[in-house]
């Protein structure tokens, strides 16, 4: 029986069920009809955690089973008379007791807990009860020093996974505001808090509450500000994590919202010398303090979220530039290309105004002007349109794709073809049609950029076009400046129904 009670005990790695498995055994082992198996809070003067076996939910109330003797003592046999602990020989409403057994729980050093049975049906314990509860208590330290190891591990896991998932989640693209949300959101979880808080410094010097992230109403919380002075402070703006018993009663904390809470991290959130703000993770009043793991755990969590928060910003920073700069090519472009076209526009229309005297020659010179301006008028449409598409993101509409394609041939052509187009060609032109239309359009660019002598393209897409059969179709015709094979330039044109 010892036997098999030893591989039980250690055959599941959940602490919970070790536990419970632990009470169950001991009973067994023994013949108790009552087991329990208090876990000392390691820093304060209560048992933290109570398992039980033969015993009801009112017995459970009325157990109290801190031992009067010094913590750690060898196990021993206590026959009829007063029990371990400052429970009566029988509680009310507890169970019935003649004799108790009690032996500490040793997880290497430390001692974990105290098991207790009692309610031996023929009689006091024996000396064989204690010896094999000894036996039993060796074997359940080590089983608890295996649970406890495998809880860490897996709770690590869940730290780095969270950290991983908050990097991609900032890297992929959000604003500041979404960023914080998500860094406070995934904490909260990861950490078992009531709230998952924010706090980024203010002019004055103090902090303020920026985001919240809560189980339940978090009206209040975002814009509570510790003032300048505070100790805790002084801490966080010097970068320093603080961490909290008690948030209602601790004289550090000087904020309104404070007695919502109890246990609590504030952790700093900064990056090569870099404050970004505090991430604050406080707990219900009542609730489980935060071990020592868990303020680790959390505290390299901080730091990673930092980390990802500033690479978050730098990447923005840099889309933004490329904005600036995609904005600065389209003035060039339009300077190039459309005010140079206006300027000898203007000079031809001047020229006409001073050969007035003859009439042809006026007509002739007036309607290559009224060209030169509906090219213009599309040229500026063109790049106004494409000065409206989104940076570093795909185009979403078929002129956007034409634009796309037309600006990657300028790469290799060292100049960009000039593209007007005509129609509602985004309302007007279908998805295969446009994959068909596009992939032409490739194929035109691309003998162009193998054709000697080409110095200027023109693109021009009509969604307007009338095809032999009736039908409205679109146009494709890609022009440039090169000569063919009889010397001429050379013109490409592909047209579908739409």
């Known amino acids: 029986m010892l036997l098999e009670a030893v591989l039980n005990v250690g055959s599941d790695l959940e602490l919970g069920s070790t536990l419970q498995q632990i009470v169950d055994t001991g009973a067994a082992l023994t013949g108790a009809r009552h087991g329990a198996l208090g876990v000392l809070d390691p820093d304060r003067d209560r048992i933290e955690g109570l398992y039980t076996a033969g015993m009801t939910e009112a017995e459970r109330r009325h157990l109290d089973l801190f031992p009067d003797e010094p913590a750690g003592r060898p196990a021993t046999l206590t026959r009829p008379g007063r029990p371990p602990g400052r429970a009566p020989d029988s509680p009310p409403g507890g169970p019935p007791v003649r004799s108790f057994l009690r032996a500490p729980i040793r997880v290497h050093t ?19 009860d204690l010896a094999l509860l000894r036996v039993l208590a060796a074997q359940a330290g080590i089983a608890i020093g295996n649970a406890r190891l495998y809880e860490t591990a897996r709770q690590r896991e869940r730290w780095i996974a969270g950290a991983a998932a908050v990097t991609t989640a900032l890297l992929t693209g959000t604003d500041a505001a979404d960023a914080l949300m998500t860094v406070a959101e995934r904490a909260r979880a990861l950490a078992g808090a009531s709230a998952g808080v924010i706090l980024q410094p203010t002019e004055e010097g103090g902090m303020e509450i920026v985001t919240a992230s809560t189980l339940d109403d978090p009206a209040g919380i975002v814009g509570t500000v510790i003032e300048p002075g505070s100790a805790v402070l002084v801490q966080l703006l010097g970068g320093e994590p603080v961490f909290i018993d008690d948030s209602a ?7 309104d919202v404070r007695s919502r809470f109890g246990p609590s991290m504030m952790l700093p959130l900064q990056s090569g010398g870099r404050l970004i703000g505090t991430l604050a993770l406080p707990r219900r009043r009542g609730e489980r303090p935060y071990t020592d793991v868990d303020r680790l755990l959390a505290t390299q969590f901080a730091s990673q979220a930092a980390l990802a928060l500033v690479l978050a910003d730098a990447q923005a920073d840099r889309e933004q530039l490329a904005v600036y700069e995609d904005r600065d090519r389209i003035a060039r472009d339009l300077h190039d290309l459309v005010v140079q076209r206006l300027f000898a526009t203007e000079m031809m229309l001047e020229s006409t105004r001073r050969r007035a005297a003859s009439e042809a020659e006026a007509g002739e010179l007036l309607g290559r002007a009224v060209d030169e301006l509906d090219s213009t008028i599309q040229e500026v449409r063109t790049a106004i349109f494409a000065l409206q598409q989104p940076p570093a993101e795909a185009p979403s509409t078929f002129r ?34 446009g994959k068909e239309l596009l992939a032409a359009l490739r194929g035109a660019l691309a003998v162009a950029h193998r054709r000697p002598g080409v110095s200027a393209i023109e693109v021009e897409v009509d969604a307007t076009v009338r095809l032999p059969d009736g039908r409205t179709g ?5 022009s440039d400046d090169g000569r063919g094979e009889d010397g001429r330039p050379t013109t490409v044109t592909w047209q579908a129904p739409l």
């Open 110 to 128: 430390e001692v974990f807990g105290h098991l207790y049975l009692a309610g031996k049906p023929s009689g006091p314990f024996t000396d064989t």
């Open 249 to 255: 009663t601790d004289p550090r904390m000087t904020t």
């Open 400 to 433: 956007g794709r034409v634009l796309r394609e037309t600006g990657g041939a300028a790469a290799l052509l060292g100049f960009p073809p000039s593209v007007q187009f005509t129609g509602a060609v985004d309302a007007l032109v279908g998805a295969e049609t």
């Open 474 to 478: 679109v146009r494709l015709v890609v």
